[in-house]
């Protein structure tokens, strides 16, 4: 019986060990990722944002190229709210309600995601305004609901 | 006695001005104020359907059911006449002679001239007529509360109606027209004082966010502060947001208020642009 119990402890402890481990980063690591993956999911953006305003050529590489980048940052954006990283020693504007919400949240986040994977095939100039608009849609629920206003 | 005197509500009795209502002029006030984001068919159809008033509105002094503003005969505006629809919208007093709470902001829409403000009745008359569930709100002691918003009311309603400032083009007063009137930005991006009063000696300086979290940016010199390059660049960020990379449109409600935006003429957006960079 005791060695069954050591053996449930020790399955237990190994399990924190490991949880500790994967999630070595601490709350102020975190925040700080984060909202670097986010400034690179802004130059995107911005990039091809340049391109939807006709600012800039359509080029069907450039859109790829930068809906790639756009997708990556935000896959890493998505491991970058672990609980517990709501506050830190770095400012924050996440809400607390993307703990207590939390599928809604991921719901989001991987739809954002689903759109920037669609925009890597858009190889048309009048294919990038609606592709754009759905990903933008996703930022603005996202930002609306667990970003808390700032000045 | 002198409370019940101060807080009554009563209609203004005001005679309507003869008026060939245009529903389409009505539409962009309708856009310009935003009203479905409160006046929502349900919590997740955001901007989508008509303005039943189906989801709560949230406020620090609880929760609010916004009012259903399709012609449903029982539950909507369909048996109102249009002077009701004017003392709503402009003195705050609803049919059966109570006060609105000022979550509905009448104390901007109430510089509308009566024409626009018949416009927009058309509009909303023109909606597909749909019941809704009438809910009171949740809040304390809303009968004495009521009465309170009147002695409020006395204090906080400021002038009658818009008057254009000669001095400057007719674009910036149309852009001043929609921002402080239907727009009615001042609501949240002017702070207020201790009686929850706009304090108008302050416009649009930002503060606390109404809902008690985070802040309300301040709209002034937004183009020396780096926000918008210019004109253009705000037009632009009013009909896109954040699907441009305008990342300040987007948190504590603007984005739907920029997705409203988004459906008004492109004259009015250059309008509210030119006006809103010229605030100092």
């Not at chain 1, 990556?72 to 770095?90: C, D, M, R, V």
């Not at chain 1, 504007?93 to 920037?116: G, N, V």
């Not at chain 2, 620090?60 to 048996?79: A, Q």
């Not at chain 2, 010199?221 to 960020?237: H, I, K, N, Q, T």
Request: with cysteine.
């Amino acid at each position: 019986m005791i060695g069954k119990r050591t053996r449930i402890l020790g399955a237990v402890a190994a399990t924190i060990v490991i949880a500790i481990s994967a999630g070595a980063m601490t709350a102020t690591e975190a925040i700080k990722d984060r909202q670097k993956e986010m400034e690179g999911v802004r130059d995107a953006l911005m990039a091809l944002a340049a391109i939807a305003k006709k600012e800039q050529p359509f080029d069907a590489k450039v859109v790829q190229a930068n809906a790639v980048r756009l997708a990556g940052h935000l896959e890493k954006t998505e491991k970058l709210f672990p609980e517990g990283s709501g506050e830190g020693e770095a400012q924050t504007w996440a809400k607390p309600e993307i703990w207590t919400d939390r599928a809604q949240f991921d719901k989001l986040m991987a739809s954002s995601h689903q759109a920037a994977v669609d925009l890597q095939s858009v190889t048309e100039a009048e294919a990038l305004g609606p592709a754009l608009g759905k990903l933008g849609f996703g930022c603005k629920s996202c930002h609306d609901l667990y970003r808390l206003p700032k000045d | 006695m002198l409370f019940v005197v101060l807080t009554a509500a009563r209609p203004s009795g005001r005679a309507l001005p003869a008026h060939d209502p245009d529903p389409s002029r009505g539409e962009v006030f309708y856009h310009a104020g935003g009203c479905i984001s409160c006046h929502k068919a349900s919590e997740t159809v955001g901007m989508m359907g008509l303005p039943t008033g189906d989801a709560p509105f949230e406020t620090p002094v609880g929760t609010f059911w916004p009012g259903n503003l399709t012609p449903d005969p029982e539950t909507g505006l369909g048996d109102w006449t249009a002077e009701q629809f004017v003392d709503a919208m402009t003195v705050g007093v609803s049919p059966d002679r109570r006060h609105y709470f000022p979550a509905f902001p009448y104390t901007s829409y109430r510089i509308m001239p009566v024409e626009d403000v018949l416009d927009l009745w058309a509009y909303l008359q023109s909606l597909e007529p749909v019941r809704s569930q009438p809910r009171a709100p949740d809040i304390p002691l809303p009968g004495l509360a009521r009465r309170g918003v009147g002695l409020w009311k006395r204090l906080a309603l400021g002038p009658e109606v818009f008057l254009p400032n000669p001095e400057r083009s007719e674009t910036w007063n149309r852009g001043a027209y929609l921002v402080n009137g239907p727009g009615h930005c001042g609501e949240c991006h002017t702070p207020r004082n201790a009686l929850m009063i706009p304090d108008q000696s302050r416009p649009m300086v930002g503060g606390p966010h109404p809902r008690g979290e985070g802040a309300v940016p301040g709209l002034l010199d937004m183009e020396g502060r780096g926000r918008y390059s210019g004109v253009s660049d705000l037009v632009l960020a009013l009909q896109f947001g954040e699907t441009f990379g305008y990342d300040k449109l987007s948190s504590g409600g603007m984005a739907d208020i920029q997705m409203n935006l988004a459906m008004l003429p492109e004259d009015d957006l250059h309008a509210i642009a030119e006006y809103l960079l010229g605030l100092e």
